[in-house]
């Protein structure tokens, strides 16, 4: 008696439609909680965006879910992460800014959705669409502050109209997958900078050991440390080292 009612209110539950809309949206909430954890991890960027658009496709039935990164021109999309199995939809061509629906939605700074991208004429590859199976998309701009470096884009398998609320969650994933992407640069850049300064001091360290050895001028001992560079193929730095580590041995 106890299972019959617990079965007959379940099926309450479930046939109630504010009860799964509550429901979905707290499904939602936690998804986007756990992508903005995935966010400030240490993990490779790599691999938080194949878990984004993973986590994108079960939270909104996607067909495909995939992420394209404007190239170092701006003028070209190319796939970056997808969920998709398929190859041949992995290894679409780049697509060009303002002559397709995703380089439409950089060119315009908001989301672009097609009902049907296999009769979409904007659509740059209905072939595939058709092979994919994919009918209803939305293409949401990656933003940073007002700048566009990408977007994501999610498919559906039938005819769909992406409601408001759905593109306001795309929106918000895609705005994390570019806070990602952007926090990676910098942290790039940052080691980059550590290195420079790095080897500057070496370099400077060792310009005034080889001044006090040889008595040679500044410019002379970086000079000998450039033809040292360039005969045994060693970075500067390398030889900045191997300087600096002769005169502390030597005797």
Do not use: W
Not at 1 to 23: C, F, R
Not at 41 to 66: F, H
Not at 79 to 101: F, H, N
């Amino acid at each position: 008696m106890v299972i019959i009612e617990s079965m007959a209110e379940k099926k309450k539950l479930t046939s109630n439609p504010k009860k799964q809309t509550a429901s979905k949206k707290t499904a939602q909430l936690e998804t986007l909680l756990e992508m903005s954890a995935a966010v400030v991890s240490d993990r490779y960027i790599e691999e938080i965006l194949q878990l984004m658009v993973r986590m994108t496709a079960d939270m909104m039935g996607s067909k495909i879910c995939s992420i394209m990164m404007l190239d170092e021109s701006g003028q070209e999309l190319e796939i970056r992460a997808t969920q998709a199995l398929s190859q041949e939809y992995k290894s679409k061509p780049p697509l060009k800014v303002g002559q397709s629906i995703s380089g439409l939605a950089v060119k315009e700074k908001r989301p672009i959705t097609a009902l049907d991208v296999r009769k979409e004429p904007l659509y740059t590859y209905p072939e595939i669409a058709r092979k994919e199976g994919l009918v209803s998309m939305a293409s949401i701009p990656m933003m940073i502050k007002d700048r566009v470096i990408g977007v994501l884009n999610s498919y559906t398998s039938t005819e769909h109209q992406f409601t408001p609320d759905e593109l306001k969650v795309l929106q918000i994933v895609a705005n994390q997958a570019a806070i990602a992407i952007e926090n990676t640069k910098l942290f790039d850049r940052t080691i980059e900078m550590e290195e420079a300064l790095k080897t500057r001091k070496a370099v400077e360290r060792a310009k005034g050991i080889l001044m006090k050895e040889y008595g040679v001028s500044e410019d002379e001992a970086f000079k000998i440390m450039q033809r040292k560079s360039m005969n045994t193929r060693s970075s500067i730095r390398e030889i900045a080292e191997a300087v600096i580590l002769a005169n502390e041995i030597k005797p």
